[in-house]
């Protein structure tokens, strides 16, 4: 494992988005062709992580670097990272009137992509396609929708906020079978606060977010386990949490 | 009329209800006449910017036409293909061939109402009259077009539509400038009469210059199962602009929509609404109106639905969207209920283009400048208009450069 290419490396990240500290000096490694699960409570810097890597400009950096397949994007705006092979799946995106859904289908897939069988294999019904962008979805449709333009877009590496929540058993199984699929061969970071979406995708490892770092990494289904069994409350009475804790 | 030119007089001094008031006395009457000639063979610039307006000199895809530069209509006509359907006059030919004319003329609109109707009334250089015959279902649009050739000149017309009962029809009206005009005053009256289950489409699409000054003064009577969507596309910037149509759905089931597409640029002050009365039993009355602000440009945004009859219903929905800090829209929604049982609603907002969805789509790849022109494009979202198809492509393309140029 030691001998693969990090694809995303992130060295002592610290990001303060509107004058509150959200991410302290953190440090993440996903080598090429792994995929990786963040854990973590509620506020403990999951998404901020995502919107940092994804160069949001409320996301301000005060010290570290993100490393993208080689190339240094701290400074590199949004969409110039998208072109480098970095792609998002939202967790809660914004609706916006009057932009198509197949507007957006037909920017990003350049033509090379089959519309109709990527619409199959995410459950998107084709009328979909003529409506307002995340405009009166459903919990479901929204998370399938996110799904559909990722796949259009085929990044090199994919970030999933919480693509199993709010999301019924069945579009559960659609949305991961497609993510795994797509992560063949590739790879990715994925945030998810129970770990439903982990039975249809295969992670490597996971890592426990707590005050803006990374506590602990290990074993997917290990981890996730403890967590479910004893909560984010016994984690903060781990001796590394306490010591983060101190840190901030 | 003697009795009527005499209070007209007194009306000349009178401001408008809204908008910025101006000194009349300060625009030019001096035109030369211009020459009727077929409608092909209109000079090449002027064809051209007829065509940003909408209005093909070559008549393609379309079933006559009315050509009006200054004080002079140079063509009017049906396309023999459409001859039996409708009719095409000029106002004042309309008003000597027709004595029954007289009864439609200033009657939905005052002319002593402000100095632009007493303008129109004592000044008046023409309009069109269009008639769609009884039960005549024109598939082709008719169009019109307002040219003003001559600097700081200052137009008068009186349009006078007439759809008669059972009938079917689209207007698209265009008004445009030489390319060497900057500034002028243009007074438009328009008395539209949609009778007995006629449909009438009327799009007006405004393309003048700088510091024009525009005041258009429209109405309509709607009888008994009448239809009447009136849409109307200002993309480029005048110095002032203030309109306020009114529709009284007078008839049984009539339905009126207004629709309205609005961009003001640098100093421009655009006051602009549309009223709708409803009187008859089961009429229904919407009224959506678009509003981009750039530069410097202060915008009101009006709306009345008034609810006369206690079957009847109305909405009506105002979006602006501020695309520069030194701008202003303000949006004046209005609702007066006078019986029960009328139902009417709006909703309007005003706001800037949200960063969270320019962040979305530059995470799809999109560049800052692309997000931003696809989500204004999108909140002008052409296509929920019931524009004519003919006239879709075009005002899509004048909201696209519009936009182009605004950022």
Known sequence: MGERLAILTIEDLTVKIAGKKVLNGLNLEVPEGETHVLLGPNGSGKTSLIMSILGFPNCRILSGRILFDGTDITNLPTDERTKLGLGVAFQSPPSIRGVKLGEVFKHIAKGEVDEIGLAKITNIPMEFLERDLNLGFSGGELKRSEIFQLLAQRPNFALFDEPDSGVDVENLEIIGKAISGFLKGRSGLLITHLGHILRYVKADVAHVMFYGMIACSGKPSKIINLIMKRGYKWCEKCPKVRRLRKKR | ?407
């Not at chain 2, 306020?244 to 640029?265: E, M």
């Not at chain 2, 492509?393 to 140029?405: F, L, P, R, T, W």
């Open chain 2, 1 to 407: 009329m003697p009795k009527g030119k005499k209070i007209t007089q007194k009306a000349i001094e009178k401001p408008a209800a809204f908008g910025s008031d101006l000194d009349i006395r300060g625009f030019s009457r001096e035109a030369a006449p211009w020459p009727s000639c077929p409608v092909t063979s209109l000079p090449g610039d002027i064809a051209q910017r007829a065509l940003s307006a909408g209005v093909r000199t070559d008549e393609v895809d379309r079933a006559g036409t009315y050509f009006q530069i200054d004080r002079s209509a140079v063509f009017k006509g049906m396309k023999k293909t459409f001859g039996g359907k409708a009719e095409i006059l000029s106002t004042k030919d309309a008003l000597k061939k027709y004595r029954w004319a007289r009864n439609y003329w200033w009657k939905l609109v005052d002319a002593n109402m402000d100095k632009y109707t007493a303008l129109a009334n004592l000044r008046w250089d023409q309009g069109y009259f269009i008639r769609v015959l009884k039960d005549q279902k024109i598939e082709l649009p008719l169009q019109a077009c307002m040219f003003i050739s001559r600097e700081n000149f200052n137009q008068n017309v009186h349009n006078l539509i007439i759809a008669e009962p059972g009938s079917e029809a689209q207007i698209i009206t265009g008004c445009a400038v030489h390319p060497n005009i900057q500034s002028g005053l243009h007074v438009g009256i328009s008395e539209f009469y949609v009778k007995k289950d006629a449909k009438l489409t009327f799009t007006m699409i405004h393309n003048w210059a700088q510091n024009f000054h525009v005041r258009p003064r429209s109405a309509a009577l709607l009888e008994g199962g009448a239809t009447f969507v009136s849409n109307y596309v200002c993309m480029k910037s005048v110095k002032s602009l203030q309109m306020y149509p009114v529709a009284y759905c007078k008839g049984a089931n009539s339905r009126v929509s207004f629709n309205t597409i609005l961009h003001g640029g640098k100093n421009s002050y655009l006051d602009v609404g549309s009223k709708v009365v409803l009187q008859g039993k089961g009429s229904r009355g919407e009224v959506i109106a678009r509003a981009i602000a750039t530069e410097n440009a202060q915008i009101k945004a009006r709306g009345l639905l008034v609810g006369e009859n206690e079957d009847s219903r109305a909405h009506l929905e105002c979006r602006g969207l501020l695309l520069s800090d030194q701008a202003s829209i303000h949006a004046i929604p209005e609702l007066v209920g006078k019986v029960k049982g009328t139902e009417l609603s709006h909703e309007a907002a005003v706001g800037k283009i949200a960063e969270e969805q320019i962040q979305y789509l530059m995470a799809r790849g999109f560049s800052e400048s692309e997000a931003e022109s696809l989500i204004i494009r999108g909140f002008i979202d052409v296509g929920t208009f019931g524009l004519p198809d003919a006239l879709k492509e075009d005002i899509k393309k004048m909201v696209d450069a519009s936009i182009a140029g605004a950022l």
